[in-house]
């Protein structure tokens, strides 16, 4: 959890810097334009006149003052964009997905900041915009099937229909999901002989069955109540161990439980099973359990089953009478 926490807040703060790079990048390329975009005396605001000769010495440099600004801050967001990427998908997936997804976040931030300073430098932003944009269908086109799973593998990173470990069946294969890759979704079979690469445009066009997993109930706390034991018993005599065998949160009665008396040394002095009441009664003769005392200690005692935890009693403390009835 606190690994979790941590890579979030790194989430959080590498994008908190990407924005505050646009936003000043931003500021700077509007305050330049502002300063220096004035390309004839006439035009030049009233209050900017006095430094008017070192304005029109700098309009014709504005471009590769924009563009400079545009490359230095440009990589600063590139590069913290593309970290914020991987540190995301490595939450999500392994480290070769997380790696690739950095690799092409920073291919395609590259591309825009070429697109951005060829547009600064064009003579017709315009014209440099529309090329770049008929460049951009072609390319798309010519790679349409790649970049289709490319972009599924993306969202099934972030969005995560299926998880590690979940035995699914898609486009007529089953298997274990092993690997969440960028183009593929790696199933292995049940029995760890085959891997299956399923292409990750087919995930979302395909339906996907997903196995349930019977998650066994661990076995119930148990608690062992008893009823009254004399303090004082004779030799000889016969007392009763009574009680009840019940859930502990629920007080359901533990039904056909094996209860047993044992005494301190584990030697068993009595046993019963419990009714549909969880009640049982296990009768025993009275006799000396220890030969250097009078004083007898037992407890009752539930072993446990497949449903149920073990459980035993408090130590019943009992005195052995002279006397023999």
Avoid: C
Wanted: aromatic share 8%; no cysteine; glycine share 6%.
């Amino acid at each position: 959890m606190p690994r979790a926490n941590s890579d979030e807040k790194s989430v959080r703060r590498k994008s908190l810097k990407v924005l505050l790079y646009i936003v000043i990048l931003s500021i700077i390329l509007a305050t330049l334009n502002f300063l220096f975009g004035w390309a004839s005396k006439e035009i030049i605001p009233i209050f900017l006149q006095p430094y008017s000769d070192i304005i029109l010495l700098v309009n014709p440099y504005l471009p590769y003052i924009q563009v400079a600004f545009v490359v230095v801050l440009g990589a600063f967001i590139i590069n913290s964009f593309s970290n914020a990427a991987y540190t995301y998908i490595l939450r999500l997936a392994d480290q070769s997905a997380a790696a690739t997804v950095k690799t092409v976040v920073r291919a395609v931030g590259i591309a825009i900041l070429l697109s951005i300073i060829t547009s600064i430098l064009s003579a017709n932003p315009s014209a440099a915009i529309t090329m770049g944009s008929f460049s951009g269908l072609i390319v798309g086109f010519a790679t349409q099937t790649v970049l289709s799973h490319f972009v599924a593998g993306i969202f099934i990173l972030i969005v995560r229909p299926v998880k590690f470990g979940d035995i699914i069946t898609i486009a007529g294969q089953v298997g274990v999901v092993k690997e969440m890759r960028v183009m593929h979704l790696v199933l292995e079979t049940q029995d760890g002989a085959t891997e299956i690469l399923i292409p990750n445009g087919m995930v979302f066009s395909q339906v996907i069955l997903r196995k349930k997993i019977t998650v066994t109930p661990k076995p119930v706390a148990i608690e062992i109540s008893t009823d009254g034991i004399p303090r004082r018993v004779n030799p000889g005599s016969k007392i009763a161990f009574t009680g009840r065998l019940t859930e502990k949160n629920d007080r359901k009665p533990v039904i056909g439980a094996l209860i047993k008396v044992i005494d301190e040394s584990g030697r068993i002095l009595s046993f019963d099973t419990t009714g549909n009441d969880g009640k049982f009664t296990a009768t025993w003769t009275v006799g000396k359990t220890n030969l250097e005392s009078n004083i007898i200690k037992a407890y009752v005692k539930f072993d446990g089953d497949n449903e149920h935890q073990k459980a035993e009693s408090e130590t019943i403390i009992m005195e052995l009478s002279e006397e023999e009835e």
